[in-house]
């Protein structure tokens, strides 16, 4: 079956460290995207990449990196310059072509902790 | 500044009942406006999308609205059932490809 792989699930980050979550789709789709998702909160969007080796800065990229070097794989690493970094991450991916109607397909995310 | 809101943070019915959910905009011109699914713990789940040009679409039990003069959209869940219950985001695209997302209404449906 077709989807958007995320991981770990769960993770821990120490101050002062990088880290970085991992995400995977095998749909085929060209854009890629980052949220974060505080409690009790919408999504606001880190960084989002329309085509391969192409990303662009979100609301709220201050903190974070991207790469696109495959299709298929869109990695976020949250810098140690992130003050704030413990709260809900996921990636989502769409076909690019706007309004195509299938909106976007989401992750199941990743619960970072700072410790 | 562009601003997303949605009616209410929460929202309890009763089972049977029709639930509406409103998400209003302001400073925006979106080319479609999508609806989302999200329980906790979990990722959103596409529902439905209506573009600018479009005044209603339906799914199922599920019925949208899309008023670009009033700047707002309805999400109806009719004969609405405790499975119902989650949380439900709009999203507003613009030609620039992303979405931006208001910050949810909680429907609690009750038995």
């Known amino acids: 079956d077709g989807g958007i792989t995320q991981s770990p699930k769960y993770l821990f980050r120490k101050e002062g460290q990088n880290v970085t979550l991992s995400c995977e789709q095998n749909l085929n789709h060209d854009a890629m995207y980052w949220y974060r998702q505080d409690p009790g909160q919408g999504l606001r969007l880190i960084y989002y990449?329309?085509?391969?080796?192409?990303?662009q800065k979100g609301d709220i990229a201050e903190g974070y990196s991207v790469s696109r070097e495959k299709k298929e794989s869109f990695p976020l690493t949250v810098t140690s310059a992130q003050k704030n970094p413990t709260a809900f991450y996921l990636c989502a991916s769409s076909t690019a072509r706007t309004g195509s109607g299938y909106g976007y397909t989401f992750g199941s995310g990743t619960r970072l902790t700072v410790v | 500044s562009q601003k997303i809101e949605q009616n209410s943070e929460a929202l309890n019915i009763q089972e049977g009942k029709t639930a509406t959910l409103t998400c209003n905009y302001t400073n925006y011109s979106p080319a479609y406006l999508q609806w989302y699914r999200q329980d906790p713990g979990r990722g959103p789940v596409f529902l439905l999308l209506i573009r600018e040009n479009e005044k209603e679409k339906r799914k199922e039990r599920l019925k949208v609205t899309f008023d670009t003069t009033l700047k707002q959209s309805l999400f109806h869940i009719t004969a609405s059932q405790p499975a119902d219950s989650a949380t439900y985001l709009c999203a507003l695209n613009t030609n620039a490809g992303k979405s931006t997302f208001g910050d949810g209404t909680t429907l609690t449906v009750k038995p």
């Open positions: 990449s329309q085509i391969v080796n192409d990303f």
